[in-house]
T-cell receptor, first 117, second 115 residues
């Protein structure tokens, strides 16, 4: 079974500062995908960033970047120049490509991020 | 159109009622999902449909009955629910079919309260 661990239930950062959210996972698979999803109070789950395990280069998406350490099974999210709109619950998620059964996500427990003025 | 639309947004039902949740997408995605999310918890997978066939059922009680009438629609029929079934029900879709485009798009959810 695959497990995803987010060890920081809550975090706070000031506007314009940088914050890093941690995520570790456990799997015996070699081919998998990792994601960070954001869920603001509006409840919509929004994809922030995606990383394919076979790619060594860390994914970046504007102010969001990851530090993917495959050997350590670590997948942290760095948010630069934090904005008030970044306030949300952030979920780390794991997916193993199936044969035909779709792509089911396995989520960590989440980190609640508060960005303060 | 990159939207997954869920209706209704809110639903209050009694334990003897029968109701349905609806999910619709027009992105040509062939995999659709139902997740259940309790407050301050991560989403938990309930069902996966791939090419309109049920491919994963995560031991969900039979009072939840999924249906995929066509590739754009996904329903969740509810009957004889319990108060502990109150939660946010999220629908999602993805390309599926073994492609590398694995991004799942989520709807805004239906907030269900069972009284």
């Amino acid at each position: 079974a695959q497990t995803v661990t987010q060890s920081q239930p809550e975090m706070s950062v000031q506007e314009a500062e940088t914050v890093t959210l941690s995520c570790t996972y456990d799997t015996s698979e070699s081919n998998y995908y990792l994601f960070w999803y954001k869920q603001p109070p509006s409840r919509q789950m929004i994809l922030v960033i995606r990383q394919e395990a076979y790619k060594q280069q860390n994914a970046t998406e504007n102010r969001f970047s990851v530090n993917f350490q495959k050997a350590a099974k670590s997948f942290s999210l760095k948010i630069s120049d934090s904005q008030l709109g970044d306030t949300a619950m952030y979920f780390c998620a794991f997916m193993i490509p199936p044969s035909n059964s779709g792509y089911a996500l396995n989520f960590g427990k989440g980190t609640s991020l508060l960005v303060t003025p | 159109d990159t939207e997954v639309t869920q209706t209704p947004k809110h639903l209050v039902m009694g334990m003897t009622n029968k109701k349905s949740l609806k999910c619709e997408q027009h992105m040509g995605h062939r995999a659709m999902y139902w997740y259940k999310q309790k407050a301050k918890k991560p989403p938990e997978l309930m069902f996966v449909y791939s090419y309109e066939k049920l491919s994963i059922n995560e031991s969900v009680p039979s009072r939840f009955s999924p249906e995929c009438p066509n590739s754009s629609l996904l329903n969740l029929h509810l009957h004889a629910l319990q108060p502990e079934d109150s939660a946010l029900y999220l629908c999602a879709s993805s390309r599926g079919g073994g492609t590398k485009n694995t991004e799942a798009f989520f709807g805004q959810g239906t907030r269900l309260t069972v009284v």
